[in-house]
């Protein structure tokens, strides 16, 4: 199917345990982004990624790591989960021309306990 | 980076016009504005986007003052459907890149 996934749609996860979520994409979008959404907040970047092996840091970085070895995949690991980690997580890509609509994923319920 | 402050909830009724009012004080002459919505348990999706004037399309219309501080989304004829958090952003050009940087939204509640 086209478009842009995540999985899991739903995590339960201890603290302390690794996790990596999945954000996988269709249309060969250079660019790709992770944001997480805490109960009635907006959406807070984590890690960024402008085409394949290139990723940077967004507002709130620690605490996760971020891979792209493909451009269609752009996974999110949770190295040691906290319980200030629980929230939900999307996943975004856009085509890389500057001031373009990015598409967002379905997003990923994580909650750490 | 350019901030953005809206108004953190509104109300209206069905069938009436809504304006949703973004501030954005320090705008780069390069940046967009970009208005997304999103619905309970889904991702945000792109509703319009301007840089200056105005800009109309089949859901939505975008008003950009000369000086481009301010900028205001335009929902005519709501209805229940409306009801979500709306984001007004400034699209941000970096070297190399961009990001695109949400605010805490404003909470539309469209009432019967």
């Known amino acids: 199917d086209a478009g842009i996934t995540q999985s899991p749609r739903y995590k339960i996860t201890e603290t302390g345990r690794q996790v990596t979520l999945m954000c996988h994409q269709t249309?060969?979008?250079?660019?790709m982004f992770w944001y997480r959404q805490d109960l009635g907040h907006g959406l807070r970047l984590i890690y960024y990624s402008a085409a394949a092996d290139i990723t940077d840091k967004g507002e709130v970085p620690d605490g996760y790591v971020v891979s792209r070895s493909k451009t269609e995949n752009f996974p999110l690991t949770l190295e040691s989960a906290t319980r200030s980690q629980t929230s939900v997580y999307f996943c975004?890509?856009?085509?890389?021309?500057?001031?373009?609509?990015?598409?967002f994923g379905q997003g990923t319920r994580l909650t750490v306990v | 980076l350019a901030k953005t402050t809206q108004p953190i909830s509104m109300d209206s009724y069905e069938g009436q016009e809504v304006n949703i009012t973004c501030s954005h004080n320090n705008i780069a002459t390069n940046d967009y504005i970009t208005w997304y919505q999103q619905f309970p348990s889904q991702g945000p999706r792109f509703i319009i986007q301007g840089y200056k004037t105005k800009v109309t399309n089949e859901v939505a219309s975008l008003f950009i003052p000369a000086d481009r501080k301010s900028s205001t989304l335009s929902l005519p004829r709501v209805s229940l459907s409306d009801t979500a958090v709306y984001y007004c952003?400034?699209?941000?050009?970096?070297?190399?890149?961009?990001?695109?940087?949400f605010g805490a939204g404003t909470r539309l509640f469209v009432k019967a």
């Open positions: 249309w060969s979008h250079s660019y």
């Open positions: 975004a890509s856009s085509d890389g021309t500057l001031n373009t609509e990015a598409f």
């Open positions: 952003l400034v699209d941000t050009g970096e070297a190399g890149g961009f990001k695109t940087i």
